[in-house]
Every structure is written in structure tokens, then in C-alpha cells.
């Protein structure tokens, strides 16, 4: 059991924060090209839903991971967004919508441009993350997404995609 003293956490990376408001589609995931965890863009390469990567441009962008409830991943029921995502199977792609993220870099403001990682990793700072500020040609402002709130202390954050 959990207490929260001062805060409860803005949410679990990958979740659908306002599903009445959200399309979402099935995608098939690549097992050549696996995803480091839930709520990351993807984009579709034959046929399948991969994560952005090094060099990727913005036009490239397809949506959203969705982290199922439950998850199979990680161990026991996941209750802290732990797991990561299956290699192979199907996806849940948020096409547009809102979702919890995690921010790696860069402080989230209402209305604040959502970039993703494409180059120059960094400690904390993985190809495909998402963050708050731009880093010259290492990160790809991502068109139609924008944050929701300045997030919690682990970085979790809701964004808005293609709304």
C-alpha cells in the first residue's frame, strides 16, 4: 500500500491519461527494432511500429506506445511502471490524444514544445526520449505535440498529441 504525502505522481509513463478524448489503433511491433519503455514516438517501417531513432526527422513520427493495463512485463503487476515493452506481437498506438511521459531534460510548461532525442545520447538522455528543452540538431520538435502541466518530481508528465 502507498501513502502520498504531498503529491500524487502525475502518472505512469504510456498510460492514456484521457481516453474518452484518444484514437488508438493495433500496430505490430518489430523485434529487430525493440522499444526501451512505454509512452516513446514511434513510427511505422514495413509495416511496423519501431521507436525514432538516431537521425530521424519529425515527418517521421506515426504516435504514441500505450502501455496496456495490465502489463506482462517486469515483475508481478507492475504498479510502478517498470516493465518494458514486448519484443514481437501486437502494439497499442496512440494516433492522437493525451499521455503520460517521461521527461528527460528541460523543465515542461503548459503549451510547451515536446522534442525527442535523435542524436548525442547522454547519460538520462536516451535516442527516442522525449524532453522539455531543444539541443540544436540532437533533438526533432515533434509537430502537434505540446505539454499539458509542468509534471511531477520523476519526470512524469502529460502531453498532448495531434489534438
Do not use: C, H, W
Request: charged fraction near 15%; aromatic fraction near 8%; avoid cysteine.
Amino acid at each position: 500500500m502507498t501513502a502520498y504525502l504531498y503529491r500524487m505522481p502525475s502518472g505512469i509513463p504510456g498510460d492514456v491519461s484521457r481516453p474518452s478524448q484518444s484514437t488508438i489503433e493495433p500496430g505490430v511491433f518489430n523485434s529487430a527494432a525493440a522499444f526501451a519503455g512505454y509512452g516513446l514516438f514511434g513510427k511505422i517501417v514495413s509495416g511496423k511500429f519501431v521507436p525514432i531513432g538516431a537521425s530521424d526527422v519529425a515527418a517521421a513520427v506515426y504516435g504514441l506506445l500505450v502501455r496496456p493495463y495490465p502489463t506482462t512485463g517486469g515483475a508481478g503487476n507492475d504498479p510502478v511502471g517498470t516493465s518494458t515493452p514486448p519484443t514481437s506481437g501486437m502494439a497499442d498506438i496512440m494516433r492522437r490524444g493525451y499521455m503520460t511521459v517521461k521527461n528527460n531534460a528541460g523543465t515542461p510548461v503548459k503549451g510547451g514544445q515536446v522534442y525527442v532525442r535523435v542524436a548525442a545520447a547522454a547519460a538520462g538522455k536516451p535516442i527516442g526520449g522525449i524532453e522539455a528543452a531543444a539541443d540544436s540538431t540532437n533533438t526533432i520538435a515533434i509537430t502537434g505535440a505540446t505539454f499539458m502541466d509542468a509534471g511531477d518530481a520523476a519526470g512524469n508528465v502529460e502531453i498532448a498529441f495531434n489534438i
